[in-house]
């Protein structure tokens, strides 16, 4: 073995140890903040839902994250709540893993591995720009990519990442769906979503149509494609509606539309607001505008964060469910992916940028802070969380 083996060995074993060391920390982090969650955190809601289950009574259509905790529950006799907490910290951690792994297979002859290590680890704390001046909390009205108090959209957010990443991938790698087997688990994967918490596919349906109608290169093989699909979480969806707002008499509400009407319960100023939990995606699009086009998945992006904000914006429930904002999941999850896709196009270009003068520089150094700004705020609506805040 020469030295510069022993030294890459070493290397590695280094890594591997920070890399342990790293996700130890964010699993402990995220089960000391749910274990000491407050009463108003969505995880002791969930919680009574478990019960109801076990209780034979199915009172949620999307049932998916309740029966998993459920079933563990029952095998290892420990309580549903700490369950919760381990499935949920648990899949903060495979998150966090599925989020280095693409920025890995995105840049791996481009950065270190310590780096894209650290940039998922701000991914998973980035969070809306907070001002102590004009947000009451540092989470309600301003929203966030990474809210911590619900469990089901925690749960479900590996399967959606993981469902946009393939899907995205058959474009990437231009083979348009030619296997079977590409449509078959990506359609799996969206009735996991589904079946855990339903709000992302309810803008992935139509942003992969007008992604596919627009922007693709084989427009007809990847509508028809797409639409097969989705056919699948299309019943899973009609299941969920119709028992929520139809054979539920639990539940007296119903869909109507309206504009902003609960962000506005919330928010002085929606446009405010979009723009404090979005600044670095908008800055850096602004910034590198016209580089924008050759980046497909950023553009699949922002289609998808544009159809979640109108679904946001423009339905909700009435009756007593209507200042519960449930259509904002649907928003957080595709400002989620916006920031993710976002990282990966600012990474792109700065690696790509071959006269890196004083006009580069300064456009990096005001990307990079606002993206700082972004993190900060994050870590900062932790530490409330973990201080025993509300909301």
Request: contains cysteine; proline residues 3%; aromatic residues 20%.
């Given at each position: 073995?020469?030295?510069?083996?022993?030294?890459?060995g070493?290397?590695?074993?280094?890594?591997?140890?920070?890399?342990?060391?790293?996700?130890?920390?964010?699993?402990?982090?995220?089960?000391?903040?749910?274990?000491?969650?407050?009463e108003?955190?969505d995880?002791?809601?969930?919680?009574r839902?478990?019960?109801?289950?076990?209780?034979?009574?199915?009172?949620?259509p999307?049932?998916?994250?309740?029966?998993?905790?459920?079933?563990i529950?029952?095998?290892?006799?420990?309580?549903?709540?700490y369950?919760?907490?381990?499935?949920?910290?648990?899949?903060?951690?495979?998150?966090?893993v599925?989020?280095?792994?693409?920025?890995c297979?995105?840049?791996?002859?481009?950065?270190?591995?310590?780096?894209?290590?650290?940039?998922?680890?701000?991914?998973?704390?980035?969070?809306?720009v907070?001002?102590?001046?004009?947000?009451?909390?540092?989470?309600?009205?301003?929203?966030?990519p990474?809210?911590?108090?619900?469990?089901?959209?925690i749960?479900?957010?590996?399967?959606?990442?993981?469902?946009?990443y393939?899907?995205?991938?058959?474009?990437?790698?231009?083979?348009?769906?030619?296997?079977?087997?590409?449509?078959?688990?990506?359609?799996?994967?969206?009735?996991?979503?589904?079946?855990?918490?339903?709000?992302?596919?309810?803008?992935?349906?139509?942003?992969s149509?007008?992604?596919?109608?627009?922007?693709a290169?084989r427009?007809?093989?990847?509508?028809?494609?797409?639409?097969?699909?989705?056919?699948?979480?299309?019943?899973?969806?009609?299941?969920?509606?119709?028992?929520?707002?139809?054979?539920?008499t639990?539940?007296?509400?119903?869909?109507r539309f309206?504009?902003?009407?609960?962000?506005?319960?919330?928010?002085?100023?929606?446009?405010?607001?979009?723009?404090?939990?979005?600044?670095f995606?908008?800055?850096?699009?602004?910034?590198?505008?016209?580089l924008?086009?050759?980046?497909?998945?950023?553009?699949?992006?922002?289609?998808?964060?544009?159809?979640?904000?109108?679904?946001?914006?423009?339905?909700?429930?009435?009756?007593?469910?209507?200042?519960?904002?449930?259509?904002?999941?649907?928003?957080?999850?595709?400002?989620?992916?916006?920031?993710?896709?976002?990282?990966?196009?600012?990474?792109?270009?700065?690696?790509?940028?071959?006269?890196?003068?004083?006009?580069?520089?300064?456009?990096?150094?005001?990307?990079?802070?606002?993206?700082?700004?972004h993190?900060?705020?994050?870590?900062y609506?932790?530490r409330?969380?973990?201080?025993?805040?509300?909301?």
């Amino acid at each position: 073995m020469t030295e510069e083996d022993m030294t890459s060995g070493h290397a590695e074993i280094e890594f591997a140890f920070l890399r342990g060391t790293v996700y130890l920390f964010v699993f402990m982090l995220s089960l000391y903040l749910f274990i000491n969650s407050t009463e108003n955190s969505d995880i002791y809601a969930h919680t009574r839902l478990i019960e109801q289950l076990d209780k034979g009574n199915l009172v949620a259509p999307h049932f998916l994250y309740h029966l998993t905790v459920y079933g563990i529950s029952k095998i290892s006799h420990i309580s549903f709540f700490y369950i919760s907490c381990l499935v949920l910290a648990s899949c903060i951690v495979l998150t966090m893993v599925l989020i280095e792994r693409i920025l890995c297979i995105s840049f791996k002859e481009t950065y270190s591995n310590v780096f894209l290590l650290f940039i998922s680890f701000a991914l998973m704390f980035v969070s809306a720009v907070y001002f102590p001046l004009i947000n009451k909390y540092p989470y309600v009205g301003i929203w966030s990519p990474n809210p911590w108090h619900n469990p089901t959209f925690i749960a479900a957010r590996p399967f959606v990442l993981l469902s946009f990443y393939w899907y995205s991938l058959e474009m990437i790698k231009k083979k348009y769906f030619d296997k079977w087997f590409s449509i078959i688990r990506i359609s799996i994967l969206l009735v996991i979503c589904a079946l855990t918490k339903p709000n992302f596919v309810l803008a992935f349906i139509p942003a992969s149509m007008v992604f596919c109608l627009f922007f693709a290169d084989r427009k007809k093989t990847m509508l028809f494609k797409t639409g097969l699909l989705i056919l699948p979480v299309l019943g899973v969806l009609l299941f969920q509606f119709l028992f929520t707002y139809y054979y539920n008499t639990n539940i007296d509400s119903s869909i109507r539309f309206c504009f902003f009407d609960v962000w506005h319960v919330y928010a002085q100023s929606v446009p405010i607001a979009i723009l404090q939990e979005a600044a670095f995606p908008i800055f850096l699009s602004a910034v590198m505008f016209s580089l924008l086009w050759k980046e497909k998945l950023l553009i699949f992006s922002w289609i998808l964060f544009i159809i979640g904000l109108l679904i946001f914006g423009l339905l909700c429930e009435s009756g007593h469910r209507k200042n519960n904002g449930n259509f904002g999941w649907t928003h957080m999850f595709c400002l989620n992916i916006l920031f993710i896709y976002s990282t990966i196009a600012f990474l792109r270009w700065v690696a790509d940028v071959q006269d890196k003068n004083r006009l580069f520089q300064m456009k990096l150094f005001l990307c990079v802070s606002v993206f700082l700004l972004h993190f900060f705020s994050g870590i900062y609506y932790v530490r409330y969380l973990i201080s025993g805040h509300s909301l």
